[in-house]
């Protein structure tokens, strides 16, 4: 063996051991809160494209509906056209007739 060592020896040895422990639970507790900070943020970023996803949604069924309601006014105007363009058909061939003398 070798030979022994003294007393202030083994004190500075375990000063050293126990400044190491102290740091690396200090190192520790900085990664732990390190990991609960992109937990946290991995949550939120989730939540947020869940929010997104459902707006999309709500996003797409409001598009389907101003379709439908523009389809609604342009189907709307292409019937008064129609009737327009149909009583001033009937007014020429009237007249037409009227002056042929039917």
């Known amino acids: ?4 060592i003294s ?3 083994h004190e500075e ?22 990991v609960e900070q992109f ?4 949550t939120a970023v989730q939540k947020l494209a869940d929010n997104m996803e459902s707006m999309l949604k709500e996003q797409e069924q409001q598009g389907e509906r101003l379709e439908k309601l523009e389809g609604r006014d342009g189907e709307k105007w292409r019937n008064v056209t129609g009737y327009i363009i ?13 002056t042929a003398g039917f």
């Not at 040895?13 to 390190?34: C, G, M, V």
């Open 39 to 42: 937990t946290n943020l991995t």
């Open 13 to 34: 040895f375990r000063k050293r051991i126990e400044a190491e422990d102290n740091r690396q639970n200090r190192r520790i507790e900085l990664l732990e809160k390190s």
């Open 86 to 98: 149909t009583f001033v058909l009937g007014l020429a061939i009237s007249y037409l007739f009227k």
């Open 7 to 9: 007393r202030e020896e």
């Open 1 to 4: 063996m070798g030979d022994p």
